[in-house]
């Protein structure tokens, strides 16, 4: 992604957090501070600002110039009241402007066809975290080294998680269920607030609010459904699926990395070191079985693991090597 590219963006996402009700005066200066970076960012966000405000004022001619679903949801309640229902539209036009359209041939389309449909590509490098704003209101917010591509119908919302994990909260549309695609599995939702997660052949549902169907999928055919509801966790692999119900803590544990953060809660050192190797160039290496077996719980910044090793070198007496492209651990 070009500079002027990432500014557009982040114009965008500073757009919609100062439209939220807990905005404060650090995030303003926040803001501020960003907008004296650099021309380019203040050239970004005056003319998307622009944009919204010319939304506004067409918005203003009435009713008749509305999409048919604001018109329909205008009066219900809605996690946007107080605030502009055109601006996430709005924002999703602005990404898409600075991410670019593609076409492609969906064969996940609901009546079985594959069909020619426009789809846009949303992701992150290694160490990345980025807030998108979709067209329907909803939200996609993408962890490390993650790709995700959507395609948004009358009839349907479809995303597909080629690679990594993402948290969504799926503005409510009975209408037109919300579909993300991951691997051979298909999770279906009509608004509600999930994250899903791709290791390989595994894939993982956490539940944060409401409830969602998973599918074992073949083609467009599903195998298999399983629902489960907030606080379950969804564990796919093969035709496989494990659920764990009424895991509240589990689910926000899981979810500590949109807060930058990574929570363990006594696994092994060589899992925690490959849960830090997804978020950093820098990895870490367990030389031993024995080191690689200590089991450790807490919370740790997921993008220092020179600080986490050296608590570890601390607390357990552990040998550490590091140069700039790795970090050796041994008992």
């Known amino acids: 992604m070009s500079r002027a590219s990432e500014a557009r963006d982040r114009a965008a996402q500073w757009i919609v957090a100062r439209e939220e009700a807990g905005w404060s005066d650090a995030d303003q200066a926040g803001l501020d501070a960003w907008l004296a970076e650099a021309d380019m960012n203040r050239v970004a966000f005056l003319r998307l600002e622009h944009s919204w405000r010319e939304a506004d004022r067409i918005r203003s001619i009435g009713p008749v ?128 607030k999930f994250s899903v997660r791709r290791d390989g052949d595994k894939v993982t549902v956490f539940v944060r609010e409401g409830r969602v169907r998973v599918d074992d999928v073949e083609g467009a055919r599903a195998l298999r459904s399983t629902t489960i509801t907030a606080g379950d966790i969804a564990l796919a692999r093969g035709p496989a699926t494990l659920v764990t119900a009424k895991s509240e803590e589990r689910v926000e544990d899981a979810l500590a990395w949109r807060g930058g953060m990574l929570s363990f809660e006594q696994e092994r050192l060589s899992d925690i070191a490959a849960e830090f190797n997804r978020y950093n160039r820098q990895k870490l290496i367990v030389a031993d079985q024995a080191a690689g077996g200590i089991r450790i719980g807490g919370m740790f910044p997921a993008s220092k693991p020179g600080d986490f090793v050296r608590l570890l070198r601390d607390a357990y007496g552990l040998r550490i090597e590091e140069t700039p492209e790795a970090i050796r651990i041994s008992s």
Not at 77 to 98: D, E, F, K
Not at 150 to 161: G, K, M, Q
Request: charged share 25%.
């Open 65 to 192: 110039m509305m999409p048919a679903t604001l018109r329909q949801d205008r009066d219900e309640p809605s996690r946007y009241r107080g605030r502009p229902r055109w601006l996430p539209l709005a924002v999703a036009a602005s990404l898409v402007c600075a991410i670019g359209i593609g076409w492609s041939v969906s064969p996940w389309s609901t009546n079985g066809n594959a069909v020619r449909t426009a789809s846009t590509r949303y992701d992150t490098d290694i160490g990345g975290h980025r807030i998108v704003a979709l067209s329907d209101g909803s939200r996609v917010e993408l962890n490390t080294a993650s790709v995700v591509r959507t395609a948004f119908r009358d009839a349907e919302r479809e995303v597909w998680l080629d690679r990594g994990e993402a948290y969504f909260e799926v503005a409510h549309d009975r209408n037109r269920p919300f579909v993300v695609h991951a691997g051979n599995r298909q999770v279906t939702v009509l608004g509600t």
